[in-house]
């Protein structure tokens, strides 16, 4: 299992130490009414923004038993790369391998912690918001003239061009699905789209070829 941020051009960012726990809080918005002769009513108004949030560590040094990967950021930089997504104006996506957890998401909050005794190590605790569309209909309205006003749409925009991954020696569909997409179990899809490019077997693809990601 692995943590991963994703940014809209396609750089993933790995957490070198997996959290002990994650929380997701999910909430439904509810209107409360007053009448006069009946008392108060609940009126449902849909789901509120699921909230995702987990603490770890940045770790200064490499230990095999609980670091996820050998080369690991140094733990100044990779607060610094936090900070990157916490001021970025286009959501992430956040991935837990091995999971059902692959969703769009603003990062909303971090706090940094240093504990004497562990020089160099970097805890922090992190929350994330999931990120929906706005999508608003039309709204006709008269006016001089009979003309319509129509409602303005504003989105954030996640459109980019497609990433172009380079097939390298001792790469199969499998692993470059595992690295780029955060599980092994997706490679039919880049099969799919790459299918003129590979042949008919999938498990014949040479060093140099050019893969389109899903």
């Not at 929380?23 to 008392?39: A, C, P, Q, Y």
């Not at 929906?132 to 459109?159: F, H």
Request: charged share 25%.
């Amino acid at each position: 299992m692995d943590f991963i941020l994703k940014d809209g051009k396609g750089k993933s960012f790995w957490f070198p130490v997996n959290p002990e726990e994650v929380n997701i809080f999910r909430d439904k918005g509810m209107e409360t009414v007053t009448l006069l002769s009946s008392g108060e009513f609940d009126l449902p108004q849909g789901e509120k923004v699921k909230e995702i949030s987990f603490s770890s560590f940045f770790p200064q040094q490499y230990d095999e038993g609980y670091c996820r990967y050998m080369n690991i950021p140094d733990p100044m930089e990779a607060m610094n790369q936090l900070n990157l997504f916490l001021l970025s104006k286009t959501p992430l996506r956040f991935m837990i391998t091995g999971t059902g957890v692959n969703v769009p998401v603003w990062v909303t909050s971090h706090k940094t912690t240093l504990r004497g005794g562990e020089t160099g190590d970097v805890y922090f605790d992190l929350t994330l918001r999931t990120w929906r569309e706005l999508k608003v209909g039309k709204i006709a309205a008269a006016s001089k003239g009979g003309s319509s006003v129509t409602a303005a749409r504003n989105r954030a925009d996640l459109k980019t061009s497609p990433k172009i991954y380079t097939v390298k020696s001792g790469d199969s569909l499998s692993k470059i699905a595992k690295l780029e997409l955060g599980s092994s179990a997706r490679w039919n899809e880049i099969y799919k789209l790459n299918k003129t490019v590979i042949g008919k077997d999938p498990n014949r693809i040479k060093p140099g070829q050019k893969l389109v990601m899903p």
